[in-house]
């Protein structure tokens, strides 16, 4: 065995892994809100469990779900600040 030798990661298409075997089976879930990002999240757990998901392929799916998770949770809080300034009239329309 070559010293270099090691296995080159394939990229993941979007049906799953580069030996066209699917990631996550069913139809494809469309991340719009934290209840479709559970969904997914659930879905992927499941795959890992049967084997249908590598550890890295999952954990980079988990992490960019837990991206927009946070980023989802700061728009609502956001948007909550906002009405609440616009309601007790301050800060003038000067957001971000």
């Known amino acids: 065995m ?3 030798a090691c296995k ?9 892994n580069a030996k066209g ?3 996550l089976h069913g ?4 991340v719009t809100n ?6 997914l999240l659930s879905r992927l757990i499941l795959a ?6 590598n550890g890295r392929d999952a954990k980079d799916l988990c992490y960019l779900v837990s ?5 989802a949770k700061d728009t ?5 600040l906002i009405k609440l300034e616009e309601k007790l009239g301050g800060n003038n329309g000067d957001h971000y």
């Open 2 to 4: 070559e010293k270099n």
């Open 8 to 16: 080159k990661r394939q990229p993941i298409t979007p049906t799953g």
């Open 21 to 23: 075997t699917p990631l």
């Open 27 to 30: 139809k494809p879930i469309a």
């Open 34 to 39: 934290i209840r479709t990002a559970k969904r």
């Open 48 to 53: 890992f469990q049967k084997g249908e998901a």
């Open 67 to 71: 991206i927009y998770v946070q980023i």
């Open 76 to 80: 609502e809080l956001e948007e909550r």
